[in-house]
């Protein structure tokens, strides 16, 4: 993990926010946060030498948890604090009961308040007590609310003292409003007390609790999950193949088929099987069996055998071979790989993490195309005629159907967020999907105000810049500068895609429209170098960067972006005094630090070349990483290799590529991949 912003001013590094993606991505998948970390208990030794030390096997308590929260409470009544951890995953209760024996004494005390509020919170309570040796000292607890992470201790206090102290009295500062303070007498060690605010303390012994050893039973799972939405998420067109293998669209607006008529008002099934599944030919031997109870609902049986790009011959025969074995009245066919990325894609909205799809799996949509049930497992027929209902016709209180209890609900906290199909589709790589729901929200006139509307212009601006779709890019950009006119840097990204679309003219037309709108010009100079840069034009950006830096001097962003310009444009002299310029004005730009050291390792101008100067500077870059950077590593193994190092420099390149593997960083991995093979062979890299 990068390190994090130590406030809201510092620029978030890239890395960091990658870093973040990928940590959510493991989590969605049902991974642990902590791995396979055992949990820790740590002594308090009480001396300034060391002032822990870690007990946690002698306690047996470095169990392999992935531990969210743990409350101590007397659970057995016998004086001694137990332990309850709750976990994220299984178990997710864990009871350690403490039979330690130790010479020492206790006492336990609720407090209930009067005047103050009745649960005493915030009431502090201090317990004096004297020694033998006639020293005295004070222990105290606090009554708290919302204290612990996904728990809560108890209210009651416990204390714990030495076997040779005895209670002298103990002290009450209740909370406002009511008396400050309440002096209590007459308590006994080794017992449980109740007392009320302006009260005598009353013992309240119960018996103690035996709870039988044994292992923890485990349900076996239902054969069946059924999951309704209160907030129903869009799906949005649904390709597949027909059973003559022609490409059609089950489109999930309005009911409309891909010719834009009413295809049904009717609520769709889609369910997926298998041709070797037979729970799939179970569930549909039912579902066939009663057809007609079902003529309110659309059937759609789609085949998984052949959910890839170029699906086996062999694969489509056994789907025509195993629906022709029984009757089948309802539309069937071959499940396209995006419909089934697309679902379970939504599915994860829905239900997080995500997981594999297991087999039989269907999801009910309403006639307007949105997801309002998922199904894993076979589909029950009569809960399917209520789900069908339910899905035509929304309850007026949706939460009292979908919740198996009552209760009230947050949903006016959280209303739906109709963009949330949108970044789940994104994150998870699925641009193409991304970009046709982003069309849909708006064909569809979605969106209740222009903040709205304009963000999803902007999103699918970049989507169709990404997709290559230079034109639709442009065509997007001109549409959100509509909303916003007055934005230059929507007319800096829409002179970008105009460029990218071969069209000059109008692009520089809109690169002077920004420099109009732009409040100050170094930094608009320093954002059209940016552009220019990304489009591969590195003379334009370095005139641009240089115009920025003659606006604004001692700039150490637009001073390292100088010297990149001057990198690409065939300048290593400008670069080298430029990267270590911009490192001066501000020592923790890292990315300055390590093309200074790159360029000093690789350069092919020897008059330029300081190999001994890339190292150091390499080495303490790779420290205050923590060696966690694939692409400082990968300037460290240059340095390495340009010293003669070229041992060193193998095993740092082959970590970083074993780094960039785990950060997904494949670009990174296709250019140190020929530089590994250089330093095995015992030649440094140059350029």
Same mark, same amino acid.
């Given at each position: 993990m990068?390190?994090s912003p130590e406030?809201a001013a510092e620029?978030?590094p ?12 493991? *989590?969605a998948?049902?991974k642990s946060f902590?791995?396979r970390?055992r ?6 030794l009480?001396t300034?030498e060391?002032?822990?030390?870690t007990?946690s ?10 531990s969210?929260?743990v409350?101590?409470?007397d659970w ?5 604090l137990d332990?309850?951890?709750a976990?994220?995953?299984? $178990?997710r ?6 039979d330690?024996?130790?010479?020492s004494r ?10 103050a509020?009745?649960d005493?919170?915030g009431?502090?309570?201090?317990l004096?007590l004297?020694a #033998?040796?006639g020293t005295?000292?004070t ?5 708290r ?5 996904l728990s809560?201790?108890p ?9 040779d102290?005895?209670?002298i ?6 909370p406002?409003?009511?008396?400050p303070t309440?002096v209590?007498?007459?308590l006994e ?8 605010e302006g009260g005598?303390?009353v013992?309240r012994d119960? $018996?103690?609790?035996t709870?039988?050893?044994? $292992?923890?039973?485990?349900?076996e ?10 907030n129903r998420?869009p799906?949005g067109?649904l390709e597949?193949f027909t059973?003559?293998g022609d490409k ?11 010719a834009?008529?009413?295809a049904t008002t009717?609520p ?6 298998a041709?070797w599944?037979p729970r ?5 031997k039912l ?14 049986a789609?085949?998984?055998?052949t959910a890839?790009a +170029?699906?086996e ?8 071979r195993?629906?022709a ?5 309802f539309?069937?066919g ?9 679902l ?7 239900l997080y ?5 297991p087999l039989?799996?269907?999801y009910?949509l309403?006639?307007?195309?949105r ?7 076979p589909?029950?027929?009569?809960t399917?005629?209520? +789900?069908?209902?339910?899905?035509t016709?929304?309850?007026a209180?949706p939460e009292a159907t979908?919740?198996p209890?009552p209760g009230r609900?947050a949903r006016?906290?959280f ?6 199909l949108?970044r789940?589709?994104r ?7 991304a970009?046709s729901?982003l069309?849909r929200?708006? +064909?569809?006139?979605s969106g209740e105000n ?7 212009l902007? %999103?699918?601006?970049n ?7 230079a034109?639709a890019?442009a065509?997007a950009w001109t ?8 934005? $230059?840097?929507?007319h800096?990204a829409?002179g970008a895609?105009l460029w990218?679309a071969?069209?000059?003219e109008d692009a520089?037309?809109?690169f002077?429209?920004a420099?109009?709108?732009a409040?100050s010009?170094?930094p608009? %100079?320093n954002q059209?170098?940016?552009?220019w840069q990304?489009?591969g034009?590195h ?7 240089a115009?920025?830096?003659a606006?604004?001097?001692g700039s150490?962003?637009t ?7 001057h990198q ?16 001066k004005?501000?020592?923790?730009l890292l990315?300055?630090a390590?093309n ?14 300081n190999?001994?100067r890339?190292l ?6 790779n %420290? #205050?990483?923590r060696?966690?950077?694939p692409i400082?590593?990968?300037t460290?193994?240059a340095a %390495?290799?340009?010293?003669g190092d070229f041992?060193?420099a #193998?095993a740092?390149a082959?970590?970083a *590529? ?7 960083a494949s670009?990174?991995i296709?250019e140190? #991949?020929p530089r ?8 440094a890299?140059?350029?």
């Amino acid at each position: 993990m990068a390190h994090s912003p130590e406030s809201a001013a510092e620029t978030v590094p890239g890395e960091y926010t990658r870093n973040w993606d990928a940590l959510g991505a493991l *989590i969605a998948q049902g991974k642990s946060f902590s791995g396979r970390e055992r949990n820790a208990a740590f002594v308090n030794l009480g001396t300034p030498e060391v002032s822990f030390a870690t007990a946690s096997g002698a306690l047996h308590l470095d169990q392999i948890d992935d531990s969210r929260a743990v409350i101590p409470v007397d659970w057995d009544r016998d004086g001694d604090l137990d332990l309850w951890y709750a976990n994220r995953t299984g $178990p997710r209760l864990r009871f350690l009961r403490n039979d330690v024996v130790a010479g020492s004494r206790w006492i336990a005390l609720t407090l209930e308040g009067r005047a103050a509020n009745r649960d005493a919170v915030g009431a502090r309570v201090e317990l004096t007590l004297r020694a #033998t040796d006639g020293t005295e000292r004070t222990l105290w607890r606090r009554v708290r609310a919302g204290d612990s992470f996904l728990s809560q201790t108890p209210k009651t206090l416990h204390f714990g003292f030495r076997e040779d102290e005895t209670i002298i009295g103990a002290v009450v500062r209740w909370p406002a409003p009511g008396p400050p303070t309440q002096v209590v007498t007459g308590l006994e060690p080794g017992h449980h007390w109740h007392l009320a605010e302006g009260g005598a303390p009353v013992k309240r012994d119960r $018996p103690q609790l035996t709870l039988a050893a044994g $292992p923890a039973a485990v349900p076996e799972p239902p054969e069946t999950v059924r999951a309704p939405l209160v907030n129903r998420l869009p799906v949005g067109p649904l390709e597949y193949f027909t059973l003559q293998g022609d490409k059609t669209v089950l489109e999930g607006s309005a009911g409309k088929d891909a010719a834009g008529k009413i295809a049904t008002t009717r609520p769709v099934l889609v369910l997926f099987w298998a041709s070797w599944c037979p729970r799939c030919a179970r569930e549909m031997k039912l579902l066939a069996a009663r057809s007609r109870e079902l003529a309110g609902v659309r059937l759609l049986a789609l085949a998984v055998d052949t959910a890839k790009a +170029d699906p086996e011959p062999a694969a489509v025969e056994d789907v025509r071979r195993a629906l022709a074995s029984h009757p089948w009245p309802f539309d069937a066919g071959f499940a396209a790989p995006a419909t089934v990325r697309t679902l379970a894609t939504v599915e994860a909205r829905a239900l997080y993490p995500e997981q594999a799809l297991p087999l039989p799996s269907a999801y009910l949509l309403d006639p307007e195309g949105r997801l309002a049930v998922i199904y894993h497992g076979p589909v029950e027929i009569d809960t399917l005629l209520r +789900d069908a209902a339910f899905a035509t016709t929304p309850p007026a209180d949706p939460e009292a159907t979908v919740f198996p209890f009552p209760g009230r609900s947050a949903r006016s906290l959280f209303p739906p967020d109709s963009g949330g199909l949108i970044r789940a589709l994104r994150d998870g790589g699925y641009l193409d999907d991304a970009r046709s729901e982003l069309r849909r929200l708006l +064909d569809g006139g979605s969106g209740e105000n222009a903040a709205t509307r304009g963000s999803w212009l902007r %999103q699918l601006a970049n989507l169709e810049d990404e997709a290559g779709e230079a034109a639709a890019a442009a065509a997007a950009w001109t549409q959100a500068i509509a909303l916003s006119p007055d934005d $230059p840097a929507l007319h800096l990204a829409l002179g970008a895609s105009l460029w990218k679309a071969q069209r000059p003219e109008d692009a520089g037309k809109a690169f002077a429209r920004a420099a109009t709108l732009a409040p100050s010009p170094a930094p608009f %100079q320093n954002q059209l170098g940016k552009v220019w840069q990304a489009l591969g034009e590195h003379a334009r950006a370095r005139d641009a960067f240089a115009a920025s830096l003659a606006a604004a001097p001692g700039s150490a962003e637009t001073t390292f972006n100088l010297a990149v310009a001057h990198q690409f444009t065939g300048d290593p002299a400008r670069a080298l005094e430029g990267y270590a310029t911009a490192l001066k004005l501000d020592p923790a730009l890292l990315e300055s630090a390590n093309n200074l050291a790159w360029l000093l390792a690789t350069t092919g101008n020897k008059a330029l070349r300081n190999p001994p100067r890339a190292l150091t500077l390499a080495t303490k870059l790779n %420290q #205050t990483t923590r060696g966690q950077s694939p692409i400082v590593l990968n300037t460290l193994a240059a340095a %390495q290799a340009a010293t003669g190092d070229f041992a060193a420099a #193998t095993a740092t390149a082959t970590a970083a *590529i074993t780094l960039a593997h785990a950060t997904g960083a494949s670009s990174l991995i296709t250019e140190i #991949t020929p530089r590994l093979e250089s330093y095995k062979k015992g030649a440094a890299w140059t350029e």
